[in-house]
């Protein structure tokens, strides 16, 4: 029996490292890199090794299979990271229950999205690919690098990445199911229920798995496992800060509610997004949570978000509180480094603090911090070069490489980058208004206004 | 009596600071006018290239003087050294002004019933209040064109500068009459229509616009006749279109829509036509070239209108038409957000325009376009003082807009962005209670 065992092991053990997804090595000469976490270094060299930054320095050489890009006067910098994105999603929203914990946005990867090679074109190297924003508690994301050209979803996983799960405050959830549904959550205080209540019932479950498994050590013990419920389950791996909560967020009140939900559930993981308002309670979140993830200057799209500033990031920022910018969109995800630009536009921010916005920083909330978001030694391949410095708005992206394999190179472009094309469609649609990917798409069913409700801006 | 005073006048005395406090407290900064003498900058003249270290003066709501030695002792100066003086910006295209909240219903004004609506008036809609209008303008982008949506012929379209206090003020002398050209493409995610229907749908509505394009020029040939008419708001407007009183805005975007509004225009000689959206423009640009007629094109920053399309084919879309000879202007047709116009320009620029040709795009070419390049669009002698002060290149992220003047008006460098920031920046108290 044992045998067996092993031998399975083994197997599956050989499986993996089968399945590991392409690593790269080059050598990239004489640039200007911008470390972010480690200032800029002038006519610096980067070998990547496998998939890994092994050297950053000066006049490095590699071996003669290692390919060499000459960047004399161009800028490097660490892959961008978006910390909530949409793309690559056959589908967004479980918008069937105030809480959908037990669903995995990994199940409904599309690797054909042509999002994804237009993320990388704009150094997009990593988005966390989240679930809508119905559900006050929604379904759990996954992180993905943009290996473009894959056909199998799972080589998009980031599989050393940590577990996050999405939650919804404000006008969504309480539109879809208090509005839309008759059921609770219709008002913020609803939101707060579902939530507790959610809390709740799954200290309830653990402590039944608890008893279970406390009773059936007994000698001839004839207890019975309790019902295994993974919607729970996942709410227990959340209180026992297995997953990193991402919410959406908008009104200062709302944010400080779960603030303290969280505190009295002992979670400390918990990043906020969007979070429009945070600027109005930046002391708080810079105290008691993972930070902030924010639009550089979205705002009156909707009610919640009528008194926000584009300042938002910097007074953040200033406050201490861990900031990143990110897209929920298939278009801004292809300009992060734009984005990120708005911030010394609207609060003088430095180069190096901007640049954390789109790297590092949204890698500490995704729990990745540690693997990429940086240029060091140890870190991940993920490397964008620009011709101009990436906060000019006359940058244009020339390379991206994730994991030392380089998936756009512009000077390669061939136009049509589909990987697939649908044979039933004779003739290619064309969208005028932006077709996005966004956190209330999959709803139109549940309004007959659903062209009103949902057109515009409805992140 | 006397004592009373007293009493009332000491009273006030001792209320002096409060009502000193009271005054900061409540303080209004206001745009003004007056006599300024903008010194030592370098203008960016555009029509008439480039002068440093020069100056600038204000009057009368007019450009009065540009030059070195420029000396105006009663009027206020304003020191610009290391700074650039611009012309304002135009944003050809926006519902700015038309709605407050996207989402709330009772706050969208752009968007009438019918689809035959020539005679609804976009300067009626505008809000001179709108939070967003302080929001944009100290962008530097100081004159949009406000769009009414919806139907075939929307409405007219008006050219406001962002500042006054009521529609008439904040006119800049531009009205269009808007068409949306029958689309072939899809209107968004949410539009399932089959191939079929959409082409069906689109024939119907081309149909439509004949029969009515043929009643509104019954209508102005029945009226240059000097015959009988009966009251017909709709045709009475739209027959200024036909005639070229008004020009007209043709929205269109597909490549395959180009070219049949193209082929509708043929035997429209007098219609005065600007191209909107163009989306697909860089697919026939030699074609829009040949007809010759002015394109307002935007946001730069979207997604390809198609899958197969190559990742950048919207930041080039402006470039790739002038190149073949269009005269092109650029829009961002948003509401909240016009103050990305300098943005989606730089990319427009990084993407083949070229700075001098997005600068352009966003001054004098829409002044030509809207027929008011005698008044706006350039830093000349006589013309309108519409134009800011910046730090550096406008269309540069970081670039700071340090001072905006909108027809002479100094106007307040300050919205509810910037006083939210002021007010939260350093919260106090900050975590605790109270403050330490």
């Given amino acids: ?459 | 009596m006397r004592k009373i005073n007293l009493i009332i006048a000491s009273f006030l005395f001792c209320l002096l600071p409060f009502l000193a406090s009271a005054q900061i407290d409540g303080e209004v900064i206001k745009p003004r006018s007056g006599k300024f003498l903008l010194t030592n900058a370098t203008i960016v003249t555009v029509t008439n290239g480039t002068m440093e270290n020069a100056s600038l003066l204000i009057e009368n709501g007019k450009i009065q003087g540009i030059g070195t030695g420029l000396s105006a002792s009663d009027a206020e100066e304003i020191d610009c050294t290391g700074h650039y003086i611009y012309p304002g910006m135009f944003d050809s295209g926006t519902k700015l002004g038309m709605v407050e909240i996207n989402s709330v219903q009772e706050t969208v004004d752009h968007t009438e019933l019918g689809s035959v609506t020539p005679n609804m008036q976009a300067l009626t809609t505008i809000n001179p209040n709108a939070v967003a209008i302080p929001v944009t303008r100290v962008s530097g982008v100081t004159t949009t064109l406000a769009v009414p949506g919806g139907g075939i012929f929307s409405g007219t379209a008006a050219l406001i500068n962002l500042n006054g206090y009521t529609p008439d003020q904040m006119y800049a002398g531009f009205k269009g009459i808007v068409m949306n050209y029958p689309s072939s493409a899809r209107r968004s995610t949410w539009d399932r229509r089959s191939d079929e229907d959409i082409k069906k749908d689109a024939e119907k509505a081309l149909k439509n616009i004949n029969e009515v394009w043929q009643r509104a020029t019954m209508y102005s040939e029945i009226n240059a006749a000097e015959g009988d008419l009966e009251y017909y708001p709709e045709m009475e407007h739209l027959a200024k279109a036909v005639t070229g009183e008004l020009p007209l805005l043709i929205e269109v975007n597909a490549a395959n829509d180009i070219l049949e509004a193209l082929k509708w225009l043929e035997d429209k000689e007098d219609v005065n036509v600007i191209l909107t959206g163009v989306a697909e423009g860089w697919r026939v640009a030699d074609k829009i070239a040949e007809a010759g007629y002015p394109v307002i094109t935007g946001p730069m920053l979207s997604i390809p209108t198609r899958g197969s399309d190559r990742f950048d084919v919207s930041y080039t879309n402006p470039g790739k038409m002038l190149k073949a000879g269009v005269k092109v202007a650029i829009r961002t047709n948003d509401t909240e957000n016009v103050r990305n116009l300098p943005f989606n320009a730089g990319f427009a620029a990084a993407y083949g325009m070229g700075k001098e040709e997005a600068l352009k795009a966003v001054t004098i070419v829409p002044a030509e376009i809207f027929g008011v390049e005698d008044n706006l669009g350039s830093i000349e002698e006589g013309k309108s003082a519409t134009l800011f002060v910046s730090d550096g290149d406008p269309f540069e992220t970081k670039t700071q807009i340090k001072h905006v003047f909108i027809e002479g008006y100094r106007v307040p460098m300050s919205n509810r962005h910037i006083q939210l920031y002021q007010e939260f920046l350093e919260r106090d108290p900050g975590l605790e209670k109270h403050s330490k």
């Fill in chain 1, 1 to 459: 029996m044992k045998k067996i065992i092993y031998a399975i092991a083994a197997l599956m053990c050989w499986n993996t490292v089968n399945a590991q997804t392409d690593k790269g090595s080059v050598l990239i000469k004489n640039a200007t890199v911008l470390t972010v976490t480690n200032g800029t270094l002038e006519d610096t060299d980067i070998l990547v090794e496998n998939g890994v930054i092994r050297r950053i320095g000066q006049g490095l050489s590699a071996g003669n299979n290692v390919t060499t890009v000459d960047a004399s006067g161009k800028y490097v910098m660490p892959g961008i990271i978006d910390a909530h994105s949409h793309i690559a999603l056959d589908v967004v929203n479980e918008a069937t229950s105030p809480i959908t914990s037990e669903v995995w946005m990994g199940d409904v990867v599309d690797p054909y999205d042509v999002g994804i090679y237009r993320a990388l074109a704009g150094g997009t190297t990593i988005s966390h690919a989240m679930h809508g924003s119905a559900n006050a508690i929604g379904g759990q994301n996954v992180t993905l690098k943009h290996r473009f050209g894959t056909h199998d979803p799972e080589d998009l996983f980031m599989k050393e990445a940590p577990r996050t799960i999405k939650f919804a405050l404000g006008e969504n959830p309480t539109r879809v199911h208090g509005r839309g549904n008759n059921i609770q959550p219709r008002t913020r205080m609803g939101v707060e229920a579902v939530i507790r209540n959610g809390f709740n019932e799954a200290l309830q479950y653990k402590k039944r798995w608890a008893d279970y498994e406390q009773a059936s050590k007994q000698r001839n013990s004839k207890a019975i496992a309790p019902k295994y419920d993974s919607r729970l389950q996942t709410l227990v791996d959340i209180l026992d800060g297995d997953i990193i909560i991402h919410c959406h967020s908008y009104r200062a009140d709302e944010i400080y509610m779960l603030i303290q939900v969280c505190k009295e559930f002992g979670i400390k993981n918990i990043v906020f997004s969007h979070v429009n308002e945070g600027f109005k309670v930046a002391p708080e979140l810079a105290e008691y949570t993972m930070g902030a993830s924010v639009f550089a200057d979205w705002w009156a799209y909707k009610f919640e978000v009528y008194y926000s500033t584009a300042f938002n990031a910097a007074i953040l920022n200033q406050n201490g509180v861990l900031t990143s910018i990110n897209s929920d969109s298939g278009e801004l995800i292809r300009h992060l480094y734009h984005e990120a630009a708005k911030t010394q536009r609207y609060g003088g921010l430095t180069d190096d603090e901007a640049l954390a916005l789109i790297t590092i920083n949204p890698a500490k909330q995704l729990g990745i911090g540690d693997m990429v978001g940086s240029i060091e030694e140890g870190k991940q391949g993920d490397l964008v070069i620009f011709d101009n410095h990436p906060l000019s708005v006359y940058a244009i992206p020339q390379m991206t490489f994730v994991d030392g394999v380089k998936y756009f190179d512009i000077n390669e472009d061939k136009d049509d980058q589909r990987l697939k094309v649908n044979p039933t469609e004779l003739v290619e649609p064309i969208f005028l208004k932006e077709h996005d990917h966004k956190c209330m798409h999959d709803l139109d069913f549940l309004f007959t206004e659903a062209e009103h409700l949902f057109n515009f801006h409805n992140h």
